[in-house]
């Protein structure tokens, strides 16, 4: 079966520009979480979902960052205006009630 | 103080050896135990769990849990090439999705030379 997709799997911006990067969550879980992983940081929650809403934004950085999900199934992190401390690779993962969560292969953000 | 502490390594050996890579955690309330193993340029997999304290083996592999001294494991016997990944660590008090519930330590990065 399908595991979680994200896309693009690389992402080079400017400076200032804003992104938008894409989770495709394996059918039929219903929680979703973004992480962002960066060298030597292990990995830093950012946002869970469950269902469309997101009862738990305490980890997104700063109010550049967003996130949405539609029909309780693909999700959306918006980051705008990029600052270069947002370079790193962003990874979504889904689970069901269980714990065991299934990751995608992660998008690599360069901001130049 | 972070939540979960891992070596970040790199830590190279021989094929055929075996391998303890290990974490140390401060919050006494988590309960489940988890191993993830990530390749370069993907997303990590999740390789084992375990509830509480004790060992549990799968293959080549163990995980070990010892709450009283807040500390865990992961044992590869006859380690292969194969295994050259990063392996993370993570915990949490919690069964079920749920919020910022789950905490992982930093990684090992683990190289096996041929």
């Known amino acids: 079966g399908a595991g979680v997709s994200q896309s693009p799997s690389n992402k080079v911006t400017e400076k200032g520009k804003d992104v938008e990067l894409r989770c495709d969550p394996i059918?039929?879980?219903?929680?979703l979480y973004w992480y962002r992983q960066s060298l030597g940081q292990g990995l830093e929650f950012l946002i869970y979902?469950?269902?469309?809403?997101?009862?738990?934004k305490s980890g997104l950085p700063s109010d550049r960052f967003s996130a949405e999900r539609t029909g309780g199934s693909v999700s959306t992190l918006t980051i705008q205006r990029t600052q270069q401390e947002d370079s790193a690779v962003y990874l979504c993962?889904?689970?069901?009630?269980?714990?065991?969560?299934?990751f995608g292969p992660g998008t690599r953000l360069t901001v130049l | 103080q972070k939540e979960v502490e891992q070596d970040p390594g790199p830590l190279s050996v021989p094929e055929g050896a075996i391998v303890s890579l290990n974490c140390t955690y401060s919050?006494?309330?988590?309960?489940?135990f988890m191993w993830y193993r990530q390749y370069s340029r993907k997303g990590p997999e999740l390789l084992m769990y375990?509830?509480s304290s004790g060992n549990k083996e799968d293959g080549r592999f163990t995980a070990q849990v010892d709450k009283s001294s807040k500390y865990i494991s992961l044992f590869i016997r006859d380690s292969q090439p194969s295994d050259s990944a990063t392996y993370l660590c993570?915990?949490?008090?919690?069964w079920g999705a749920g919020a910022n519930n789950l905490f992982f330590g930093t990684g090992t990065r683990l190289t096996v030379i041929p």
């Open positions: 375990t509830y």
């Open positions: 919050n006494s309330a988590f309960q489940y």
């Open positions: 993570a915990m949490s008090a919690f």
């Open positions: 993962a889904s689970s069901l009630a269980r714990l065991g969560q299934y």
């Open positions: 979902f469950q269902g469309n809403s997101a009862p738990d």
């Open positions: 059918s039929g879980h219903t929680a």
